[in-house]
């Protein structure tokens, strides 16, 4: 199960919302081994499309430089699709390289960057296998 604040949830679909139609990406660090997302941060799209999305090689290193300095690993990583459900691509199955993260996913198919609801789902992929979990948004994390 993610648990997950409502600040950091309602970044994740601004961000979604922002950037379409191209795919948003980014992640959420947290302290090693503890399974909290607790800083978000919000990367480039390198590929800036509206089906794919790569983050830039440069960016990605200086942030896990970042994140061992700060004993912090990835918790959320997560990313946008713009025209099709909120459910893992074999592409995003096959780039899924952390497994001890949450997979998130948003689609802003049937809204866009206009108000709306957005379809926001987690999974954990681990060696390409799929399973969704259930999203808990709390007011703050305890």
């Not at 191209?22 to 081994?33: D, I, K, N, Q, S």
């Not at 300095?69 to 909120?86: G, L, N």
């Amino acid at each position: 199960m993610l648990s997950i604040d409502q600040k950091t949830y309602d970044a994740i679909v601004a961000h979604a919302k922002r950037d379409h139609p191209v795919e948003a990406c980014g992640l959420v660090a947290g302290p090693e081994g503890s399974d909290r997302p607790e800083r978000f941060v919000e990367m480039v799209n390198a590929a800036g499309s509206p089906t794919f999305y790569e983050f830039d090689s440069a960016e990605l290193l200086a942030l896990y430089k970042e994140m061992w300095d700060r004993d912090e690993e990835p918790v959320v990583i997560y990313h946008s699709h713009t025209a099709t459900e909120a459910y893992p691509s074999r592409t995003d199955i096959g780039l899924a390289s952390e497994p001890g993260a949450h997979y998130v996913l948003v689609s802003t198919r049937e809204h866009g960057n206009n108000e709306g609801p957005v379809e926001f789902r987690s999974y954990r992929i681990v060696d390409g296998q799929v399973s969704e979990e259930e999203v808990t948004v709390v007011a703050e994390l305890p």
